[in-house]
């Protein structure tokens, strides 16, 4: 029997159809990178302008307002000229390394990925099912719920807690018998942080056999944030989810990574043989390794976002417009009146600011970019409101 039809028995045994079934692997086998026909909901979701429509300032989409690290740029471009190898080295294995490291968890414990979206998503199909649900906060990144609606898999939306951090007793008590229970810390996109004691809780009190999938996307935009990795390291049940598309400023390199004992990681790899995990970019991955280990430049660019952050805070405070404190670099300001009209306002000044939420419709997502693009979306506000 091949892996693949390992793969299809799996998802039948817990629940799909075999026509879901069919289309789960049609999707993952491909590679989701590269599924265009029948493309799901979480495949169709871009905050980001349209191209060749792109505002003057662009703080919408959560981007880096920089490139990566200059070293790792350095690195990325000496790779290219050896691009013609698969493996011309120790590439993979080294990236590995260097993150094991960093988290202090076995080697075998990282796997990277092309970006995050692809290892959201098989985490998603992986752990549940039409019989073993979804849950997530409300308001909270979408991805994971688009993906268990297309699969047919039950979603729970749970709301925030009053400070806008996950309320883990009640998202176990929304549907204690869950597969996956998914938080994301600094949370997109109110950049809340929720308390490790917290997820610590979740972890202890969730069903057998069910996940925690903690996304860290945005954890190094965070002065007080701390990694949930230690809990892997303890053998827990759950997967750390990162992204270099944030502070490091790789978006367009596409490279992420998950963390988590290797029969997890054996879960997810069942669709595709193993292709996703191990064919990457070389750049990507000399660039995200070296990026890595440049602890001061990783503290000075948080800096310089948190600078410009509070700039803006300050800003909207002095105008008497209320926002969400924020651990990342993100916020969501309050306009007390309908939010799609203003983003517009905003576009028409050459600012293109983010999206809001159902739940919060006179609320607009707002990246932090850099101190001039911040200055920009003040000057902005100021014409918006004279």
Same mark, same amino acid.
């Given at each position: 029997m091949?892996d693949?039809?390992?793969?299809?028995?799996?998802?039948?045994?817990?629940?799909y159809?075999?026509r879901q079934a069919?289309r789960?692997?049609? !999707?993952?086998?491909?590679?989701v990178a590269v599924?265009?026909?029948g493309?799901?909901?979480w495949?169709q979701?871009?905050?980001?302008?349209?191209e060749g429509?792109?505002?003057?300032?662009?703080i919408?989409?959560?981007?880096?307002w920089?490139g990566?690290f200059p070293?790792?740029q350095a690195a990325a471009?000496?790779?290219v000229?050896?691009s013609?190898?698969?493996h011309?080295?120790?590439?993979v294995s080294?990236?590995k390394?260097t993150?094991?490291?960093?988290e202090?968890v076995?080697?075998?414990?990282i796997?990277p990925?092309?970006?995050?979206s692809?290892p959201?998503?098989?985490i998603?199909?992986?752990?549940?099912?039409?019989t073993?649900?979804l849950v997530t906060?409300d308001?909270?990144?979408?991805q994971?719920?688009g993906?268990?609606?297309?699969?047919g898999a039950?979603v729970?939306?749970?709301?925030?807690?009053a400070d806008?951090?996950?309320?883990?007793k009640a998202?176990?008590?929304?549907?204690?018998d869950?597969?996956l229970y998914?938080?994301?810390?600094p949370?997109?996109?109110?950049g809340?942080?929720?308390? !490790?004691?917290?997820i610590?809780?979740?972890?202890a009190?969730?069903p057998?056999?069910?996940?925690v999938?903690?996304d860290?996307?945005?954890?190094?935009?965070?002065?007080?944030?701390?990694?949930?990795?230690?809990m892997?390291?303890q053998?827990?049940?759950?997967?750390?989810?990162?992204?270099?598309?944030?502070?490091f400023?790789?978006?367009?390199?596409r490279l992420?990574?998950?963390?988590?004992r290797?029969d997890?990681?054996?879960? !997810?790899?069942?669709?595709?043989?193993k292709?996703?995990s191990?064919?990457l970019p070389?750049?990507?991955?000399?660039?995200?390794?070296?990026?890595?280990?440049q602890?001061?430049a990783?503290?000075?660019?948080r800096a310089q976002m948190?600078a410009?952050?509070?700039m803006?805070?300050?800003? !909207?405070k002095?105008r008497?417009?209320?926002?969400i404190?924020?651990?990342?670099?993100?916020?969501?300001?309050d306009w007390?009146?309908?939010?799609a009209?203003?983003?517009?306002q905003?576009?028409a000044?050459?600012?293109?600011?983010g999206?809001?939420?159902?739940p919060w419709?006179?609320?607009?997502?707002?990246?932090?970019?850099s101190?001039?693009?911040?200055?920009a979306?003040?000057?902005a506000?100021?014409?918006?409101?004279?």
């Amino acid at each position: 029997m091949t892996d693949r039809d390992d793969a299809t028995r799996d998802l039948t045994a817990r629940g799909y159809s075999r026509r879901q079934a069919a289309r789960i692997m049609g !999707l993952f086998g491909a590679g989701v990178a590269v599924a265009n026909a029948g493309t799901p909901l979480w495949a169709q979701r871009n905050d980001g302008p349209a191209e060749g429509s792109e505002p003057k300032v662009r703080i919408g989409s959560n981007e880096c307002w920089t490139g990566p690290f200059p070293v790792a740029q350095a690195a990325a471009a000496k790779i290219v000229a050896s691009s013609n190898f698969y493996h011309p080295g120790t590439e993979v294995s080294d990236f590995k390394k260097t993150l094991a490291t960093m988290e202090n968890v076995p080697e075998n414990y990282i796997l990277p990925w092309p970006g995050s979206s692809d290892p959201l998503s098989r985490i998603v199909v992986s752990f549940c099912s039409p019989t073993k649900g979804l849950v997530t906060a409300d308001v909270s990144y979408e991805q994971p719920w688009g993906t268990a609606e297309w699969a047919g898999a039950k979603v729970t939306k749970v709301p925030l807690t009053a400070d806008h951090r996950h309320d883990v007793k009640a998202m176990l008590a929304a549907n204690p018998d869950a597969g996956l229970y998914y938080v994301c810390s600094p949370n997109n996109p109110t950049g809340t942080l929720t308390p !490790l004691a917290d997820i610590e809780w979740l972890i202890a009190n969730k069903p057998a056999g069910s996940v925690v999938l903690v996304d860290e996307a945005y954890l190094h935009f965070s002065e007080h944030g701390k990694s949930a990795a230690y809990m892997v390291a303890q053998g827990k049940d759950v997967i750390v989810l990162r992204t270099f598309s944030k502070l490091f400023g790789m978006a367009g390199m596409r490279l992420g990574a998950t963390i988590a004992r290797p029969d997890l990681h054996e879960k !997810l790899m069942r669709y595709d043989g193993k292709r996703m995990s191990t064919n990457l970019p070389l750049p990507s991955l000399v660039c995200g390794t070296t990026a890595l280990t440049q602890a001061q430049a990783i503290s000075e660019r948080r800096a310089q976002m948190i600078a410009a952050r509070t700039m803006t805070f300050d800003h !909207l405070k002095k105008r008497g417009i209320a926002f969400i404190p924020s651990d990342a670099n993100m916020f969501m300001v309050d306009w007390k009146k309908p939010a799609a009209p203003v983003k517009d306002q905003f576009a028409a000044l050459g600012v293109g600011i983010g999206r809001s939420w159902a739940p919060w419709p006179t609320m607009s997502r707002v990246t932090v970019g850099s101190m001039a693009d911040m200055q920009a979306f003040c000057a902005a506000l100021d014409k918006i409101m004279a």
